[in-house]
């Protein structure tokens, strides 16, 4: 698949001239010597994310997952969609399923069986009606073997048809309390064109297939802007649809833009030639500074605490260092760790440092802060963990084994903010209680290579979600990515725990919502003696809106109803 994710200041220069263009100039009409009218043309509403999409649908075949992106909502659409406070609303479905009647069936023996009925009069980007096929079709596609289905929820459901086509019925291996809001941008299942895929998904081999010009330069979707022009390394420009299953946008274009360097997204937001940045394109540090200079005047600042900064350690065999297979190392590193100095160096103080890597806010968090095993900071019992390990300090003043080899992790970060200067504080602590760490910063495309991310030898800095079920698949068994899968899970470390592996299980699938509260909490609780990996801070999602732009919402998905933004001036 076409794959462009590059570096992006030759952007900066496309940008100032695609912002600056001014209306035509009036004269006299030809042979007439009437004034002409002046043609104002249509403001182009410029995004900027930090990194270039490998493909336009969320979750396509070599993507993965990650976060929400401004890109899926734009141009693709599902069953379903969270709004800015996560609450599934019917997308392309007229409805969505209700547990216990005829749209959600639980079987006898432990399936189950939901069903949609798809909005009437729906059209694919370039005007072919939409039919329930095409969802079947998606389902085929995402289910084949290293097509990407092995790390998320597909992998629970067992097949999908079309009785007619209006209708979609989903068929579930096993219970999934998530099964009635089958949200694209959350699980991955979409509708594909047959008109378009159908054919060389029968005829092509995997990688040809994979490398369809469809999921990249010629998408064609169902979302609210049509796919213009892919420029790649620089642009992708959209235009309304006026087919668009809530109406057609008010604003007519759109560009996205990928600013890897947070300070130069500032620059272009204070100087209006972004007008909206997403996606992590600005953090927390810059939103400071965004607030300042815009005052009460101009832009306005979405923050939203929807992530937790953790980290994962590493496994598996051919790449772990021996001591990590000790929990005590584990948890002395843990307690070497000063996350206070990292919330105080990074960001200004605000976010908190977090215990665990769900969200306070989740519904048996309160269950779980009982029972919790907490590392404060504290080198001197670090110490005393290693020494328990049978790791002692040499004459350099740092860890070493009885053969005298230094225990020596390395911290993987990318090479931006924040996560460069997070890295920077955490090894510094780490040394100064003993410990030989270093810090490799990788580029934001290297971090986006899944294989390459399951080679780090130490620990590996990383984002996810604070609600959901992130903080169980980044650890799951199931969610290990392999060659066999194309690397598409999210446990990049290799952790492996039945125990653990059973409450994941439980924890994604009980309809029983006390069930499914207790194996979050043992879930969390088990991590927390284990240490596998931990976590930092709560972190705020930034967005920012350039002035005379109206319509985003604080949240965890601010473009989901990115139709309805207008502008005010």
């Known amino acids: 698949m076409q794959n462009p994710r590059s570096i992006v200041c030759a952007a900066c220069a496309l940008l100032l001239a695609a912002c600056t263009s001014g209306p035509a100039a009036t004269g006299p009409a030809p042979g007439t010597g009437a004034p002409i009218a002046v043609v104002e043309p249509a403001r182009t509403l410029t995004i900027a994310m930090r990194d270039e999409p490998s493909a336009l649908p969320f979750r396509a075949l070599t993507f993965g997952g990650g976060s929400p992106s401004a890109q899926g909502f734009l141009f693709h659409a599902g069953l379903a969609l969270a709004d800015e406070r996560g609450v599934p609303q019917p997308q392309l479905a007229a409805d969505l399923p209700q547990l216990n009647t005829d749209s959600w069936q639980l079987l006898p023996d432990g399936r189950m069986q939901t069903t949609y009925h798809l909005r009437p009069g729906l059209v694919w980007h370039d005007g072919t009606p939409l039919t329930a096929g095409d969802f079947v079709l ?20 067992d097949g999908v048809t079309a009785p007619d086509d209006q209708t979609v019925v989903i068929h579930w291996k096993q219970s999934f309390p998530d099964a009635g809001a089958t949200l694209y941008e959350r699980h991955g299942f979409a509708p594909l064109p047959q008109h378009i895929l159908a054919r ?30 892919w420029e790649p390394g620089a642009y992708i420009e959209g235009a309304a649809f006026e087919g668009y299953v809530f109406g057609r946008p008010h604003i007519d274009r759109v560009k996205l ?40 005047q101009g832009g306005k600042l979405l923050l939203t605490p929807s992530q937790t900064q953790m980290m994962q350690a590493q496994f598996r065999p051919e790449y772990t260092l021996p001591a990590l297979n000790d929990p005590r190392v584990r ?11 990292v919330v105080e160096g990074v960001l200004n103080g605000e976010p908190a440092v977090a215990d665990t890597l769900v969200s306070t806010q989740l519904e048996f968090y309160p269950a779980l802060a009982q029972v919790l095993t907490t590392y404060p900071y504290d080198p001197a019992h ?23 080899a230094h225990f020596s992790p390395e911290l993987w970060a990318v090479a931006a903010a924040p996560s460069d200067k997070i890295a920077a504080i955490v090894t510094d602590s780490w040394r100064r209680a003993g410990i030989d ?16 991310n399951t080679t780090f030898r130490g620990y590996r800095l990383v984002a996810k979600q604070a609600q959901g079920d992130s903080a169980f698949t980044a650890f799951a068994s ?18 492996s725990n039945r125990e653990f592996d059973r409450l994941t299980q439980l924890y994604q699938t009980s309809l029983d919502r006390a069930e499914h509260n207790q194996a979050g909490v043992a879930g969390m609780q088990l991590l927390s003696q284990e240490v596998p990996g931990f976590a930092l801070y709560y972190s705020y999602r930034v967005s920012a809106e350039g002035a005379g732009l109206t319509g985003p919402r604080a949240g965890t998905q601010e473009a989901w109803n990115i139709h309805e933004w207008q502008w005010t001036r």
């Open 138 to 157: 998606g389902w085929h596609v995402y289910s084949t073997p290293g097509f990407g289905a092995e790390d998320r929820p597909l992998t629970f459901m």
């Open 200 to 229: 060389p998904f029968a005829e092509q081999s995997s990688d040809s297939f994979a490398a369809n010009p469809w999921w990249t330069t010629a998408f064609v979707g169902l979302g609210p802007y049509r796919l213009v022009h």
């Open 257 to 296: 833009v990928w600013i890897s360097d947070a300070n130069t997204a500032v620059t272009h937001l204070l100087s209006g030639t972004v007008d909206f940045a997403t996606d992590d394109a600005i953090g927390f540090e810059q939103s400071l500074l965004l607030k300042r200079e815009w005052g009460d």
């Open 331 to 341: 948890q002395a590193i843990l307690t070497a760790t000063d996350r206070q100095a």
């Open 382 to 404: 670090a110490g005393e963990l290693m020494r328990a390990a049978g790791l002692t300090k040499d004459a350099t003043g740092f860890y070493a084994d009885s053969s005298g």
């Open 437 to 452: 760490a270093t810090q490799r910063l990788i580029t934001p495309a290297q971090f986006q290579d899944r294989e390459l």
């Open 478 to 495: 199931s969610y290990i990515g392999t060659a066999a899968n194309r690397w598409m899970g999210t446990n990049y470390g290799g952790y």
